[in-house]
């Protein structure tokens, strides 16, 4: 019996391949997401579990976290509730060479890493697609922010995204629901900022994927604080939240957990994918799947890793790496750079309530038509205001009923800058296949060859000294500037090792996310990057996954592929 | 599902309904054992001294204090399961120097002081601890025993029940966000 053949395969359920599953099956396609992870529903969710409940209070269990996931726990969200939305190390392994550590923090379930992530959403502008060509740096974008701008809108209206409209040209404004609001101490360092850099370095607070009303069947959110535990109002975006019930919705929609996908079947005769070689997660059995196109959804790492071990006569070093491009220019956000103050607030005043998001300044260096810095491109801050609470009581002399009482007071407000910088794209930063080592599944695992170059630390420090300026313009005192040390793959905005470009002598893919080589071959996750910029990338991710998906239906219909 | 049936199941039934139940039942017998229960590292002695050491830091007021909320069990849980070997010794032997000291002091072991014995005892680790904090990082030694205590004294008290409902007025669900309130609101900051 020959197989069912799908019109179409998504391989991953997060972020991006939900995109793919909703805007696929709601054109009529028969689809099916192979997830490599285990089903994940919203009864997984633990926000709301108080510390009381757990067994070390959110201390963690240390000793498991460092046997079973020590790279894993590297990142903030990978703590005594959420540890369970991050991989098993010892599973999922992959190398690095000594002197080039890198943080491959992953997260496979359903929902992959869109459960955990921080929903920062940022729209990128033409500062952005136009600055390899302005630099000279790597290819230039296929596209520019005309290409993307109605697909930034029809994504933020599905998900819903509260922010602030400021107008800036590098930090285009989308479709917005109200904002949340910037707590008192927040409010000095805007006003500060506008006094001392009026027009140029702006704060203003986060655009986050959080719903601050009630959206298309979702609750508005009700700060409990800790959206990386899950959401049972399902107010912040995540692909288990949104997108798969909407492909559910269809009834076109085959979702397969523990589906673990080894590489992909190439038809030589009619140069196309044929289907998808899968190992199930349970039996580790071998299966087959096929469909007339394939989505690769996986990750900007594990997608490269499925077209590198997909090598063929034809194509012997990685499926549609006709350009040699494949796995490299891997790219990550230097994060980091930054500075801590206490900050002059209202003493009678405090927040009250767990804000799910930060604040935001927009990148203010190399603008166009604006002063040049000895580095290239820029950052931008996440961070926020706050007040001392009980934890302040190690540092607060005495002990006893007065000084319990004291506790109860809020004390100093502080505030920090936290900087997040582009990373240019170096053709010597990628991935290859491991041939000496497997993972739990038999298949073979990546070596990633990645660092950061003068320009990323360059920024940092530049983040830092700005940072303090910032602080010290806003009358902080005790004011802390820093630059974190940080490995690539920390901020997790891992980019670039199939990118996209209008030659294919130079790129993988090209301005629709179709391979050059292979016509019903898409990628449209994280790997599909020529540049970083210095925002967030998730909703550049989700928008070019949607137009992919439209202009794949459209070839499709016109019988393309 | 809208914002207020959401809201309202929650509330109703707070986090039992949607956190797994093996967790939560796993968790709360798990503390109750610990608050009933022996220890599994401290001996009687050290559990009758810890439990006199975390109420005089943080005691009952208007608002239960560390020993209702079973400190000296949490301390009794970390070092049987979370610290590192040398970190539970120096702990250990952080808390035999108390009665060192006491009996230095007042010639008896810590427990058998009178309040005011012990209190005055609490003031010099006090007072010591933040010479430590002002002196230069540099040249300091290693950080005081009573540091230590005092730390997971408050962790351990603002992160149980009593403490985090009763004297922070921890909510689980604040519901809204208010960006500048009074600064005595009754309700988180965090």
Known sequence: MSPKTYDAIVVGSGMTGGWAAKELTEAGLET???????NVTPAD???????WQMRFRGLDNRKKRMADQPIQRECYACDEWSSKFFVNDHDNPYTTESDKPFLFLRGRQVGGRSIMWGRQVYRWSDLDFEANLRDGIAIDWPIRYADIAPWYDHVERFIGISGEKLGLPQLPDGQFLKPMELNCGEQVVRDALAKHWPGERVL???RCAILTEDHNGRAACHYCGYCERGCVTLSYFNSINATLPAARATGKLTLRPLSVVHSLIYDKKRNRVAGVRVIDGDTKHALEFRA???FLCASTLESARILLNSATPDFPNGLANSSGELGHNLMDHIMGGGANGKIAAPADKKPVGRRPNGIYVPRFRNLQGGP????????????????????????LPGFGADWKKALRQPGDWGFGFYGFGECLPNHNNYVEIDKTKNDAWGIPVLKIHCSYGDNEWALMKDASIAAAEMLA?????EISPFVEQNPPGKAIHEMGTARMGRDPKTSVLNGHNQAHDIPNLFVTDGACMVSTACQNPSITYMALTARACDYAVGAMKRREI | MDRRSALGLLTATAAAAYAPDELLSLGRSFHQRILNGTRRVLSAQQDATLLVLTDLILPATDTPGAKAAGVNAFIDLLLAEWVE???????????ADVDTRARAAFGKDFLQGTPEQQTALLVALDDEAARWKASPEATRGPEPFYRNLKWVTLFGYFTSEVGALQEEHYAIIPGRYVPCAPADTLSPSE
Do not use: C, M, N
């Open chain 1, 32 to 38: 099916l997401v192979l997830e490599a992870g285990r």
């Open chain 1, 45 to 51: 969710y633990v926000e709301h579990v108080p510390p």
């Open chain 1, 204 to 206: 203003t607070i986060g």
């Open chain 1, 292 to 294: 007339r196109v394939v």
């Open chain 1, 372 to 395: 040049k810095s000895t580095f290239l491109r820029g950052y931008g801050y996440q961070g926020g205001a706050g007040r001392e609470g009980w934890g302040r009581g190690s540092d």
């Open chain 1, 473 to 477: 313009a806003a009358g902080a005192r």
């Open chain 2, 85 to 95: 070997p040398e970190e539970k010794d120096r702990f250990l032997k952080g808390l």
